[in-house]
């Protein structure tokens, strides 16, 4: 449905509704404006993740030249856990896990889609490789990177992280039992029938090639929000072969960069990865590996969606449709 009235979408990885106001694209806006970014340099002595420089708790980074990983000084789980209160109706359980910082590169002034095809091939490399190691002991490995202050990030420094832990986050969970009923309904995984969807359509495809598809998917609610998804049957990260992952890094920089032309700035934007928990052993069949990039930019670099008022209490709502939103990505790639 493409129409220019108010409709509703449903996710199909969550079951959740979302409403499409197309209209309310022409209301004048008077919202919040974002200062310009400043000059980023090659090194900031003050920044805890350039190398070289002491971090918050005392350590030295040492002088990279690549990827650097090291545990989160400030980490949302630890290894160990105390019995928390039982009572029938306030559910409480221990959650124990670890997390990592992912710096991409040394240079400060470096992206995800400034970096050069081999320096982002590395980056995927070390994403597989934490799947992996921390999949062995922990029941989901989730990795992500937040970047620009917009979206909460701490350090302008290229970087990621991951958390893993001993249970699967609520919005997984939710993304595992959608795709096994579908597969155990259809025989297919649900990606790869929405990917075939897609395809068919054409107004949301984004950018594609022979191992991944970009879409802005049907339900999308970031105005520029976009799906990858692996045109491939794997499942998780360190699935991936060495093609993929060439693959993948040449894509990821050409939809990057394509955002960062979007409004001729640096485009904010959460990424995350989600593949079979680890939880789930061989039990894999219904899983795609995909990945959400989830930017808040809606008209300009200064003007962001807010998910507040209906959204926080309602249901998630968005004014420009997914295909206009796909329409100009596509324009923008390079």
């Avoid at 220019?4 to 806006?29: D, F, I, K, Y």
């Avoid at 992280?161 to 986050?169: I, K, L, R, S, Y």
Wanted: hydrophobic share 45%.
């Amino acid at each position: 449905m493409t129409g220019a009235t108010p409709h509703r979408r449903q996710n199909l990885l969550t079951g959740e509704w979302l409403l499409v106001s197309p209209q309310r694209m022409a209301r004048p806006w008077q919202g919040e404006a974002a200062p310009a970014a400043p000059a980023v340099p090659s090194h900031d002595p003050d920044c805890h993740l350039c190398p070289g420089n002491a971090r918050a708790d005392g350590q030295r980074n040492p002088d990279y030249a690549g990827t650097f990983v090291f545990p989160n000084d400030f980490p949302a789980l630890l290894n160990t856990a105390e019995p928390t209160d039982q009572h029938p109706l306030l559910r409480e359980a221990p959650a124990r896990g670890e997390t990592q910082v992912i710096c991409y590169a040394p240079d400060h002034a470096a992206s995800l889609a400034s970096l050069d095809d081999s320096a982002r091939n590395a980056i995927i490399d070390c994403w597989c490789d934490l799947s992996a190691r921390l999949g062995a002991r922990w029941a989901h490995v989730q990795i992500f990177e937040n970047r620009g202050a917009m979206m909460g990030a701490s350090s302008p420094h290229p970087h990621g992280q991951c958390w893993a832990g001993d249970f699967v986050p609520s919005l997984v969970a939710r993304e595992d039992r959608r795709q096994r009923a579908h597969h155990a309904a259809a025989g297919r995984p649900l990606l790869a029938d929405v990917a075939a969807a897609e395809l068919a359509a054409g107004v949301r495809v984004v950018v594609q090639d022979p191992h991944w598809l970009v879409v802005v998917p049907h339900w999308a609610a970031w105005p520029f929000e976009t799906l990858i998804i692996a045109r491939d049957d794997v499942r998780r990260l360190e699935d991936l072969d060495g093609a993929q992952r060439a693959a993948l890094s040449a894509l990821l920089g050409r939809l990057l960069r394509g955002c960062d032309a979007l409004f001729d700035a640096p485009f904010p934007y959460s990424l995350g990865w989600h593949g079979a928990p680890h939880a789930n052993g061989d039990d894999t069949a219904h899983w795609r590996l995909h990945a959400h990039i989830l930017p808040p930019l809606l008209r300009s670099a200064s003007v962001r969606k807010h998910m507040v008022g209906f959204e926080l209490l309602a249901e998630t709502q968005r004014d420009l449709t997914p295909e206009a939103a796909a329409e100009r990505l596509r324009a923008v790639l390079k």
